[in-house]
């Protein structure tokens, strides 16, 4: 699996799906600042890393996840690579909203799905897990039974762990900060006085040049 991260982690820093900037920084919706920016869309205008991450992704859930009866993508990032690895793995594929349409039929989770159905969780990076596991709720509410959850990247924050332990949902990535970092200094897309920087935010990304 380490090996996976690795060639995943290259790929996104290749098309620039990730960039990192400890000097000109982000800012993120939350208002954090931030050395690291993830935009995982991008990956679906390459072929070969989104045949890279579909296939990734299916591996993992064959291997993890022998019984999963259906795929849920978690609106809107994860809903096109949730279809891939569904069609690829001959499974039934529904997604969730952020929250009920206000018209309409009002549904959360679209498509069909039957309650009691093994249901895999794909999403496509993982921060703090809220929006997550709201989906999960969702699921769950929707009479699912959820197996777990795989997403292409995490930050690996502490209070994600805590999260997504707390809500009883295993967790697994194709690729994390972790992997990344010390891989991003190697290639040359960081200099070795960035990692000070970029493992001081990781600590404590709340407080980070605020």
């Known amino acids: 699996m380490n090996d996976v991260k690795r060639r995943i982690a290259e790929s996104l820093l290749q098309i620039k799906s990730i960039k990192l900037e400890t000097a000109n920084f982000f800012t993120w919706a939350s208002g954090w600042h931030s050395p690291i920016y993830c935009d995982n869309r991008k990956i679906l205008s390459y072929p070969a890393v989104r045949g890279q991450v579909r296939d990734a992704f299916a591996e ?3 291997r993890k996840y022998p019984g999963a009866e259906v795929l849920a993508g978690v609106a809107t990032g994860a809903i096109a690579h949730g279809a891939l690895v569904a069609e690829k793995m001959g499974l039934p594929f529904i997604y ?3 929250a009920p349409k206000a018209h309409g ?3 959360q989770v679209e498509g069909e799905v039957a309650p009691g159905a093994k249901v895999v969780v794909i999403e496509d990076l993982i921060s703090t897990g809220g929006s997550s596991l709201s989906a999960v709720e969702a699921l769950r509410a ?3 039974e959820v197996l777990g959850m ?4 995490t930050y690996g924050f502490p209070r994600a762990a805590a999260n997504f332990a707390e809500r009883g949902v295993a967790l697994d990535t194709l690729s994390d900060y972790q ?7 190697e290639r040359g897309y960081i200099r070795p006085a960035d990692l000070d920087a970029l493992n001081e935010w990781r600590e404590s990304p709340e407080t980070w040049k605020q």
Do not use: D, E, W
Request: hydrophobic share 65%.
């Open 105 to 107: 039929l009002s549904n």
């Open 150 to 153: 795989v997403a292409i990247f």
């Open 96 to 98: 969730v909203r952020s």
């Open 60 to 62: 993992l859930i064959a």
């Open 142 to 144: 929707a009479g699912c």
């Open 179 to 185: 992997t990344l970092i010390p891989l991003a200094a």
